[in-house]
């Protein structure tokens, strides 16, 4: 399985504080991605990182992958009440032919104010 | 430009009765893909659809469930007779292409079976 797992589970923080979340994988993959959802809502993607490259930003939001250790870093730096949510990765296999995504178990964020 | 849509966003079924659950995409997205989560767990692939034919269904149960994605109207994944660990949350995702795309999801159907 190329199962994505989140680490830690569970994280919570306080506002403005940075928040770290680590998701491993374990087959080779065409890209990653994370998404984010909220309390009784559908996932929200966030941000792809390719297989090919190592790191990316978008906002306060910075992704790194290291494909030789298989695992992947999302960074919310300067942290809000309105950050409070699951966070998932889900990684793109590198070579089935029709890619579905598989996503792991997820890390619950809570930011206290 | 509407995103994914899904109905019922709640719905109710005693043991034994029929489930049907629905999913409009995205405008322009041929894709479909269905996914259950169980509360404070991940998702779980189902079925991935393009438009009339199913592209992998490996993660559906063999039996009593069911998934299509006619060529007009929406998506429907139909759950017969349903038992109580069928309560879950199921979403439908979309996306233009496949090459593992990311996805637009609904905000899901909370089915409950009593």
């Known amino acids: 399985s190329q199962q994505g797992e989140e680490d830690p589970q569970a994280l919570s923080i306080q506002e403005g504080e940075n928040a770290t979340m680590n998701c491993s994988y374990k087959?080779?993959?065409?890209?990653l991605q994370w998404y984010r959802q909220n309390s009784g809502r559908g996932l929200v993607h966030l941000i792809l990182i390719r297989s090919n490259e190592r790191e990316k930003h978008s906002g306060r939001l910075r992704v790194t992958l290291d494909t030789s250790k298989k695992s992947s870093s999302l960074l919310i730096t300067a942290s809000r009440a309105a950050d409070t949510a699951s966070y998932f990765c889900a990684t793109a296999g590198q070579y089935s032919s029709a890619s579905k995504i598989i996503f792991g178990s997820g890390t619950r964020l809570s930011i206290r104010p | 430009n509407a995103g994914v849509m899904q109905n019922p966003r709640h719905l109710v079924r005693r043991r034994g009765q029929e489930a049907r659950l629905r999913c409009s995409p995205m405008k322009g997205h041929s894709h479909v893909y269905w996914y259950r989560q169980l509360p404070e767990e991940g998702l779980k692939f189902m079925v991935y659809l393009q438009k009339e034919n199913i592209i992998d269904e490996s993660g559906m149960p063999k039996e009593r469930f069911s998934a299509e994605f006619p060529k007009e109207g929406p998506s429907i994944l139909r759950i017969q007779q349903v038992v109580r660990g069928d309560s879950a949350a199921y979403f439908c995702?979309?996306?233009?292409?496949?090459?593992?795309?990311?996805?637009?999801f609904g905000d899901g159907t909370r089915l409950s079976i009593l």
């Open positions: 995702a979309s996306s233009p292409t496949d090459r593992g795309r990311p996805q637009h």
């Open positions: 087959t080779s993959i065409n890209n």
